[in-house]
């Protein structure tokens, strides 16, 4: 198993310009979230789905959008990049009702917006 | 809502020193579940542990241990005789039991260095 893959690892974003990271997990796991780190800080929730075509708001989700079209994919997607969205952003997935109930972390991207 | 605290931005320790780093929580739900994860320099999450809200059974685990008390809705961990291996990132995390919600929250994190 992959468990949690996210791409890209790196990437630069001039200011205004529009981009998708790409979280994917193989492991049929209901729950998927999407957080930011900021230099020093901890994680910030931005949106989470409890399943296929549902998804909510975290505490910071403005300036981004998600989908959830299938179980295994959670994209998530920024339209017009601003400095403050500078940040590692971290895929996670979760297999609520199981005996595992952690969640599972990607590598995370490194965003700099410029 | 819930919202996880951990006053303790930064700890610092000298190497064999036992440390403990601090998790406060709140919620309205009255199962939940708890977690603590480590961030090493690396930059990845690491899962250490996880408490359901009707189980406040200690736990240790080699070098840690976890001290869960729901009257004071706190869920310290503890490393005994810490090594510089343990310098890293902890954040204490929590989650509902069960609903159509199931929103993740983590506290700010506690900046641990153990000094050699």
């Known amino acids: 198993n992959a468990g949690v893959t996210q791409t890209p690892k790196f990437r630069i974003l001039k200011i205004g310009q529009s981009m998708t990271l790409q979280c994917a997990q193989d492991?049929?796991?209901?729950?998927m979230y999407w957080y930011r780190q900021d230099p020093g800080m901890g994680l910030k929730l931005i949106y989470y789905?409890?399943?296929?075509?549902?998804?909510d708001k975290g505490e910071v989700p403005n300036g981004y959008n998600v989908s959830r079209s299938t179980t295994e994919d959670f994209p998530l997607r920024l339209e017009l990049a601003a400095p403050s969205q500078t940040s590692v952003y971290f895929c996670?997935?979760?297999?609520?009702?199981?005996?595992?109930?952690?969640?599972?972390f990607g590598q995370g991207t490194r965003l700099t917006v410029v | 809502a819930q919202k996880v605290t951990q006053a303790q931005t930064e700890i610092s320790v000298v190497e064999k020193e036992d440390v403990t780093l601090d998790c406060v929580y709140e919620?309205?739900?009255?199962?939940?579940?708890l977690f603590w994860y480590k961030q090493p320099p690396s930059g990845e999450l690491v899962f250490l542990i996880r408490?359901?809200?009707?189980?406040?059974q200690n736990e240790i685990s080699g070098r840690y241990s976890w001290n869960f008390q729901k009257s004071t809705s706190s869920f310290n961990f503890t490393i005994t005789a810490s090594q510089v291996v343990d310098s890293a990132v902890y954040f204490c995390?929590?989650?509902?039991?069960?609903?159509?919600?199931?929103?993740?929250?983590f506290g700010t994190g506690t900046l641990l260095a153990v000094q050699p």
């Open positions: 996670a997935s979760r297999d609520f009702g199981g005996r595992n109930t952690e969640a599972f």
């Open positions: 492991m049929n796991h209901n729950y």
């Open positions: 789905s409890v399943g296929a075509g549902i998804t």
């Open positions: 919620t309205r739900d009255t199962t939940y579940y």
């Open positions: 408490r359901n809200s009707f189980d406040e």
């Open positions: 995390a929590l989650s509902p039991y069960g609903g159509a919600t199931n929103k993740l929250i």
